[in-house]
Nanobody, 126 residues
Framework: QVQLVESGGGLVQAGGSLRLSCAAS????????PRWYRQAPGKQRELVAT???????NYADSVKGRFTISRDNAKNTMYRQMNSLKPEDTADYYC????????????????????WGQGTQVTVSS
């Protein structure tokens, strides 16, 4: 009932920038505390950033000052601006969110679930 669709990855040189988007579709009531992860080849998935409904953000130390997460509640979309990219930022990036949505036409059909985007690849060349 909910899909998170990611876009914006690609190849960039070190020092460059990319903007990733994660758009939620479905009969969404709210997107609760969306999160942004990444997984580099051969490494475990890492939590990069979170943003609350009110817009408060938290970042991993490795990206603090370079990455910015934001959201447009009216469009049910998260954005991730990545500046001053480094080769070690090379990874698959994923959005994740706990979403409240309607599975039917009535108010009683409200449901809640955890959803992941399909991921988008970011490659930073040195």
């Amino acid at each position: 009932q909910v899909q998170l669709v990611e876009s914006g990855g690609g190849l960039v040189q070190a020092g460059g920038s990319l903007r990733l988007s994660c758009a939620a579709s479905g009969r969404i009531f709210s997107i609760n505390a969306p999160r942004w992860y990444r997984q580099a080849p051969g490494k475990q998935r890492e939590l990069v950033a979170t943003i609350t409904s009110g817009g408060s953000t938290n970042y991993a130390d490795s990206v603090k000052g370079r990455f910015t997460i934001s959201r447009d509640n009216a469009k049910n979309t998260m954005y991730r601006q990545m500046n001053s990219l480094k080769p070690e930022d090379t990874a698959d990036y994923y959005c994740n969110a706990d979403c409240t949505y309607y599975s039917g036409s009535s108010l009683s059909s409200r449901r809640r679930g955890d959803y992941w985007g399909q991921g988008t690849q970011v490659t930073v060349s040195s």
